[in-house]
């Protein structure tokens, strides 16, 4: 499976993004995926994850309630709404699929940058 992030960019604090996440390989549609960031000088952070069908997703609690994660399985896609940015969410931002726990996935993106300006 490849995996491969766009809709990174710049906005203004308040402002909205939405990542995508173009997966190839026909398992996709099996397999739990997540969003996870990493700001410079930072460890990389778990954002959400999805499981495979769509009906359960988990946030972590600094975007709980502005982002929102989605897969459409007949497109082999999974997005990212980010709503109510702020500076703190800048980092580059990856997609990930096949979960082996929580922080550990088997496939990863090569990740989009989304700077949010102040």
């Known amino acids: 499976v490849q995996l491969v992030e766009s809709g990174g960019g710049l906005v203004q604090a308040g402002g909205s993004l939405r990542l995508s996440c173009a997966a190839s390989?026909?398992?996709?549609?099996?397999?739990?995926a997540a969003w996870f960031r990493q700001a410079p000088g930072k460890e990389r952070q778990f954002v959400a994850d999805i499981n495979w069908s769509g009906s359960i997703t988990n946030y972590a609690d600094s975007v709980k309630g502005r982002f929102t994660v989605s897969r459409d399985n007949t497109k082999n896609t999974v997005s990212l709404q980010m709503n109510s940015l702020t500076p703190e969410d800048t980092a580059v931002y990856y997609c990930?699929?096949?979960?082996?726990?929580?922080?550990?996935?088997?496939?990863w993106g090569q990740g989009t940058q989304v700077t949010v300006s102040s």
């Open positions: 990930a699929a096949n979960r082996v726990d929580r922080r550990s996935y088997g496939y």
């Open positions: 390989g026909r398992t996709f549609s099996t397999l739990a």
